[in-house]
């Protein structure tokens, strides 16, 4: 009988993922890889997007991050 993965252990692999993806791009060998990863155990489609989700926050709080307490740029009109 094959070891079962823990739920944190595929969160983990699941964020590896998301940054390979994210670095390499879907290539169709990478893509083809990824999809033999997530068939393996129903887990982890729902862990990989829980992860795009967070990276989708983190993404956009750092935009906002970066935007406080900067001069509003001026637009030419008085």
């Given at each position: ?32 890889e990824f999809e033999a990863w997530q ?40």
């Amino acid at each position: 009988m094959e070891k079962q993965d823990t739920a944190t252990e595929i969160d983990a692999e699941a964020a590896r993922w998301l940054l390979r993806l994210d670095r390499h791009g879907r290539t169709p060998e990478l893509e083809a890889e990824f999809e033999a990863w997530q068939s393996g155990d129903p887990r982890r489609r729902g862990a990989f997007l829980r992860a795009e989700a967070a990276w989708a926050v983190m993404d956009r709080a750092a935009w906002g991050a970066g935007t406080e307490g900067r001069a509003r740029p001026a637009t030419g009109l008085t």
